[in-house]
């Protein structure tokens, strides 16, 4: 994937557009253990927009001078440019939280051995069963 260092928007866009192809992605795993790279890969993801949210608000800190309402009220945009750097701050502490508790679950979901699942075990024997209650063809 190409970088949008110089993009905001588009690289939003595609943050977007890959968090809903997880989304509906991980509603199935064929193979549990494919839950350990997703987890991985979700920490990285949230370390991420942490840091993302957190540039967005500093940008509201820096340029709060420049804020102003749709009906060029200076003080309404400041205060909602200050409003908006505390709202954002919180928002990547939360993020700090959900990281915290998805690298616990991680390590947990890392001393799982999955196994196979028991209908395809089953099926599995039963064929082998078979094949070996059969003579080999041509006898």
């Known amino acids: 994937m190409s970088r949008n260092e110089d993009r ?3 690289a939003s866009e595609a943050l977007a557009e890959a968090a809903r192809d997880l989304a509906y992605a991980s509603r199935v795993f064929d193979d549990p253990a494919d839950s350990y790279r997703v987890l991985g890969n ?5 370390a991420d927009l942490h840091q993302s949210i957190q540039q967005v608000a500093q940008m509201h800190n820096r340029e709060w001078i420049r804020a102003s309402s749709d ?6 945009g400041h205060t909602a440019a ?3 750097e505390t709202l954002l701050q919180e928002a990547a502490a939360s993020i700090d939280t959900a990281y915290d508790q998805l ?3 991680f390590s947990h979901n890392g001393r799982i051995a999955w ?4 209908a395809t075990v089953e099926t599995t024997s ?4 078979l094949s070996q209650s059969r003579p080999p063809p041509g006898r």
């Open 71 to 76: 009906t060029a009220d200076q003080v309404v």
């Open 8 to 10: 905001p928007i588009e």
């Open 115 to 118: 196994q196979p699942d028991p």
């Open 82 to 84: 200050r409003q908006a």
């Open 42 to 46: 979700l920490q990285v993801t949230l």
């Open 103 to 105: 690298r616990e679950a």
């Open 126 to 129: 039963q064929a082998r069963t």
